[in-house]
């Protein structure tokens, strides 16, 4: 079956930097477009970013457009979340997402906490 499981949240000082990583099984990883979510205490879960299967287009929410880059290794099958000049306000449980065939998958979430 589907599986998604996220690494690589802490943390960080704010203006600092960390890499999530979401490594899939389960489905062929190269023909589906990947997201990655995020939701903080007491908010919804809020959509964060998307690439395609092939890498070749990737859209951004606002509030992380300019500081998050997503990105993928089809040979791994792994997405990637780089997120840079990190905030107060970024601090959330970071969820990777795919839709396989109407089916859709979460792993189980990494914390990013940002904080001095």
């Known amino acids: 079956q589907v599986r998604l499981v996220e690494s690589g949240g802490g943390l960080v000082q704010p203006g600092g930097s960390l890499r999530l990583s979401c490594v899939a099984s389960?489905?062929?990883?190269?023909?589906?477009?990947m997201r990655w979510y995020r939701q903080a205490p007491g908010k919804e879960r809020e959509f964060l970013a998307r690439?395609?299967?092939?890498?070749?287009?990737?859209n951004y929410a606002g509030s992380v457009r300019g500081r998050f880059t997503i990105s993928r290794d089809n040979a791994k099958n792994t997405v990637y979340l780089q997120m840079n000049s990190l905030k107060s306000e970024d601090t959330a449980v970071y969820y990777c997402?795919?839709?396989?065939?109407?089916?859709?998958?979460w792993g189980q979430g990494t914390q990013v906490t940002v904080s001095s």
């Open positions: 997402n795919v839709d396989v065939l109407g089916n859709d998958a």
């Open positions: 389960g489905f062929t990883f190269s023909i589906y477009d």
């Open positions: 690439i395609t299967g092939y890498g070749d287009s990737t």
